[in-house]
T-cell receptor
Framework: GAGVSQSPRYKVAKRGQDVALRCDPI?????LFWYQQALGQGPEFLTY????????KSGLPSDRFFAERPEGSVSTLKIQRTQQEDSAVYLC??????????????FGPGTRLTVL | AQKVTQAQTEISVVEKEDVTLDCVYE???????LFWYKQPPSGELVFLIR??????QNEISGRYSWNFQKSTSSFNFTITASQVVDSAVYFC????????????FGKGTKLSVKP
């Protein structure tokens, strides 16, 4: 069956440009998470959606980061005025049950963002 | 504060050797969940196991086994008779009971299995 998909897989941006990263979760999964993985590090939590509601955005590093999931399925992570420190792999994960507390999160392949 | 520590940055073994990946966690919650994920070179994180804080039974799945010890706050992962396909970065992660389910990851251990 279809897993979590993300697009684009690779994105190169010039410093100061805006970027939009897309995540298609597994159909029917109510929980959706975004993580940021810097080179050689573990993923770090950015934000969490339950259906269309963004219930936790405590991990977003600055107000340049914005995420939405307007219809409770596809989600977009937007980064405005990109900086070099934004270079990382952005991972999306989805799970069943609200909060995903008990169930495994299924991860997408990630989008590798490079800011020049 | 919650934290996951994987002290081993890289491990290299020869095929068929057994290898143990260490994980130590910190949390103040009495209810929490521990996970192991595998990240092969392709980059996609693959779920291996979930264990809740009330279940200290060790688990075995084929060549994989996990040892959960609350007394030492450890959740170690052993691969028996390692194979080249086991080469990957392995992450231990924690989810606290009071959270929305977001995972707190360690920095990962890169395992290289040589033929």
């Amino acid at each position: 069956g279809a897993g979590v998909s993300q697009s684009p897989r690779y994105k190169v941006a010039k410093r100061g440009q805006d970027v939009a990263l897309r995540c298609d979760p597994i159909s029917g999964h109510v929980s959706l998470f975004w993580y940021q993985q810097a080179l050689g590090q573990g993923p770090e939590f950015l934000t969490y959606f339950q259906n269309e509601a963004q219930l936790d955005k405590s991990g977003l590093p600055s107000d340049r980061f914005f995420a939405e999931r307007p219809e409770g399925s596809v989600s977009t992570l937007k980064i405005q005025r990109t900086q070099q420190e934004d270079s990382a792999v952005y991972l999306c994960a989805s799970s069943t049950m609200s909060g995903g507390l008990y169930n495994e999160q299924f991860f997408g392949p990630g989008t590798r963002l490079t800011v020049l | 504060a919650q934290k996951v520590t994987q002290a081993q940055t890289e491990i290299s073994v020869v095929e068929k050797e057994d290898v143990t990946l260490d994980c130590v966690y910190e949390t103040r919650d009495t209810t929490y969940y521990l996970f192991w994920y595998k990240q092969p070179p392709s980059g996609e994180l693959v779920f291996l196991i979930r264990r809740n804080s009330f279940d200290e039974q060790n688990e075995i799945s084929g060549r994989y086994s996990w040892n959960f010890q609350k007394s030492t706050s450890s959740f170690n992962f052993t691969i028996t008779a390692s194979q080249v396909v086991d080469s990957a970065v392995y992450f231990c992660a924690l989810s606290e009971g009071g959270s929305q389910g977001n995972l707190i990851f360690g920095k990962g251990t890169k395992l290289s299995v040589k033929p």
